[in-house]
């Protein structure tokens, strides 16, 4: 992991300790970069309540109740689709935060309309979705995973101390 991928962590982890809140993940593209980088600062257990990675479409469905039609409407690499995959990890976990993450790591699968690098990260919090992000990254696959976990990380840090 990077280093600052890992004091990123950190700093998330004395966050949700002071606040003692708990949170989850849903992750598509980061394939569990996300609630892994999570988990490894100490004492993780009391914050982190589970994750899913949900690589395919069915997964997205079945265990976090995307709805096909929004798959249909949108496709998987959506900000409706990241919405729909945080509270669909709030509601399978109970978590105080879920994020989501879905998107196109690379470095193939991207079109003119949804390049390699594009992705969307949702948060959702106590009182439901608080927000989605669209970002576009530049890099190599496992460096788009990283980044996109950096930013999910940043965006829980932000509603944390908001």
């Known amino acids: 992991m990077s280093r600052d991928l890992t004091a990123l962590s950190q700093r998330v982890n004395a966050a949700l300790i ?11 593209c980061t394939g569990g970069l996300l609630l892994s980088t999570l988990t490894d600062c ?3 257990s009391a914050y982190v309540e589970g994750g899913v990675v949900s690589y395919s479409n069915v997964a997205k469905m079945r265990i ?9 409407a949108h496709g998987a690499v959506s900000g409706e689709v990241a919405a729909e995959m ?34 969307f ?12 992000e669209r970002r576009v990254w530049d890099r190599d696959r496992i ?15 932000h509603s944390l101390r908001d």
């Open 18 to 28: 002071a606040n003692g809140g708990t949170v989850c993940a849903a992750e598509s």
């Open 42 to 44: 100490a004492g993780s």
């Open 64 to 72: 976090l109740g995307v709805g096909e039609d929004t798959l249909m």
């Open 86 to 119: 945080a509270g669909g990890a709030q509601a399978l976990f109970g978590a105080d935060y879920a994020l989501s993450v879905t998107g196109i790591a690379g470095p193939g699968g991207g079109t003119a309309e949804k390049p390699v690098g594009l992705t």
């Open 121 to 132: 990260i949702g948060l959702a919090g106590p009182d439901g979705l608080l927000r989605v």
């Open 143 to 157: 460096g788009n995973k990283v980044a996109s976990a950096e930013a999910a990380l940043e965006m829980l840090l």
